[in-house]
């Protein structure tokens, strides 16, 4: 199945905007997440959603930054696999 | 007015009253202040002490309710007790944490009493410490305490805090099913007791040894981190190479035991929330169980921890454990303690570990600039032994929190030197 980016930002940036109780507007897709506010633990309730919602288990790819920094690149991973 | 305790505020009240029982002295902590220049002490009381007029349950103790359930209870008095502020002056060379430690090693005065400040100065840098009751605070509302004293020191703002907790007697099903699910995890954990160093409940007091890694050992740090554990996995690396550096402790001491049982707290405060819910308890845990022959593959055991960090946000643990806390509330505290006993068979954890990042940046303190903010907690026994970090303004601090009886001064320094060498 091919997913559109796009989308997958939508809903990256929907579930990050839970986790962290912000407005999802605030949520940027270029900037880098730890600018965010985004720690170990609100990470990894990221990675958890990302499998319950696109079936990918990114938790033992090594996590690097440059497919993990950014909402964008984190889409762009996902509409990948 | 009464503010109702929850399931984890209880466990908290229950470690104090374990602590007092073992020493006369509760389950404190103490958040320091490095100020750029000094303060005035009596300005400073008098400011505190307005503060402190607002928060009635500053000067509250634990009660229970006609409905079974404990609350925190403030005394209908006109004026709260006046806070303490003791000020010590010492050479530039002396070291500014004996009077620190000996403040959060010190009981309170009464019942009422949960908060004392010590104000140092040295002519050359000035610290401000407020020891503290942990069933009052914790580490990340003591940060956010001293922010909402800044605010209304500037602004003379009011407090928005919120007080109001429900008794929580509902949804009895969903809080049997969390204990169920947590009475699982803790029998699997129960396999195989966890190496603990042995200590003398008696022994006082509590050391600490601080390491402070200015902006770019921090940067760098977190580099290494990121790289060897992943983006933004700071704090399992972190955890990582504490286990590292304390394993070398526990073999040098032919502890037995296969594994290491690792409670790292995790603030449950929706970022929203935070300023607001700043007085009492608000985190859970993560519970992690090392293989002791794991521990020297740095590699293998950062998947160790991430795998059972991922698997424990999965299961949702971290709620399980809030919502299962309710059920022990009905117990007084010397049952409590006696049952945390009797299903950890003793063994609560090898050894505590935190990990509070960039909680609240607060560049003054009253007119002076701040210049870093660090954490000296005392360790409850057993383990009798925590390694702590803190963030601010992209300043790590490390706090090793021991007592005597369990390193001696080599194995301290063995400690603190691995520490450093972190960077």
């Known amino acids: 199945m091919v997913l559109d980016t796009k989308q997958v930002e939508k809903k990256l940036i929907c579930q990050l905007a839970a986790v962290l109780s912000v407005d999802s507007k605030k949520i940027k897709p270029e900037v880098p997440l730890h600018t965010l506010g985004v720690d170990s633990l609100s990470f990894v309730e990221l990675l958890v959603f990302i499998e319950k919602e696109f079936k990918i288990k990114l938790m033992e790819s090594g996590l690097q930054a ?4 950014t909402i964008h690149s984190l889409a762009s991973r996902i509409s990948r696999q | ?21 073992q020493s006369g002295i509760g389950n404190h902590s103490q958040i320091i202040l490095e100020l750029k220049n000094p303060l005035e002490p009596k300005a400073l009381a008098e400011a505190l002490n307005s ?5 009635p349950l500053l000067n509250g103790f634990p009660s229970r309710a006609i409905n079974l359930c404990p609350y925190w209870k ?14 010590v002056k010492l050479n530039v060379d002396s070291s500014y944490l004996l009077p620190l430690a000996a403040q959060v090693n010190a009981a309170f005065q009464n019942k009422r009493e949960h908060l004392v400040f010590t104000l140092i100065e040295t002519g050359k840098i000035t610290f401000l410490g407020m020891a503290f009751d942990h069933r009052i605070l914790d580490a990340k509302g003591a940060e956010a305490f001293l922010y909402l004293f800044q605010n209304y020191y500037q602004n003379k703002e009011p407090l928005r805090i919120s007080y109001a907790c429900p008794p929580h007697l509902n949804n009895w099903m969903e809080k049997f099913l969390a204990g169920r699910q947590i009475n699982r995890f803790l029998l699997s954990l129960a396999k195989e007791p966890p190496r603990i160093l042995p200590c003398d409940p008696l022994n006082e007091p ?15 740090l977190t580099g290494i981190a990121y790289e060897r554990a992943g983006y933004l996995m700071f704090m399992p690396y972190a955890l990582a190479r504490s286990i590292q550096i304390m394993h070398g402790i526990f073999q040098e001491k032919n502890i037995s035991g296969s594994t290491y049982l690792i409670p790292v707290p995790i603030d449950t405060r929706a970022k929203e929330e935070e300023r607001k819910e700043t007085l009492f308890n608000h985190f859970s845990f993560f519970l992690f169980k090392i293989s002791a022959d794991k521990v020297n593959d740095l590699g293998g055991l950062l998947t160790e921890i991430k795998n059972q960090m991922y698997a424990q946000v999965k299961n949702k643990l971290p709620e399980a454990i809030v919502n299962a806390s309710f059920l022990l509330r009905i117990a007084s505290l010397p049952l409590v303690n006696f049952f945390l006993k009797l299903i950890s068979k003793k063994h609560f954890a090898s050894f505590y570990f935190t990990c509070l990042n960039n909680a609240h940046q607060q560049n003054k303190f009253m007119q002076e600039e701040v210049r870093n903010i660090f954490h000296l907690p005392r360790t409850p026994k057993p383990p009798g032994v925590g390694i702590f970090f803190n963030r601010f303004d992209n300043k790590l601090n490390i706090t090793l929190s021991y007592f005597d009886d369990l390193l001696n001064d080599q194995q301290v320094n063995q400690i603190t030197k691995n520490l450093e060498a972190l960077e």
């Open chain 1, 66 to 69: 440059e497919d993990f920094k």
């Open chain 2, 1 to 21: 007015m009464k503010r109702y305790l929850t399931g984890i505020d209880w466990i908290v009240n229950t470690l104090d009253y374990t602590a007092k029982a």
């Open chain 2, 51 to 55: 503060f402190i007029q607002k928060f």
């Open chain 2, 74 to 87: 403030a005394p209908l008095v006109k004026k709260a007790l006046p806070v303490r502020v003791h000020t």
């Open chain 2, 206 to 220: 509590c050391k600490f040894k601080v390491i402070h890694l200015n902006p770019g050992q921090t940067e760098r």
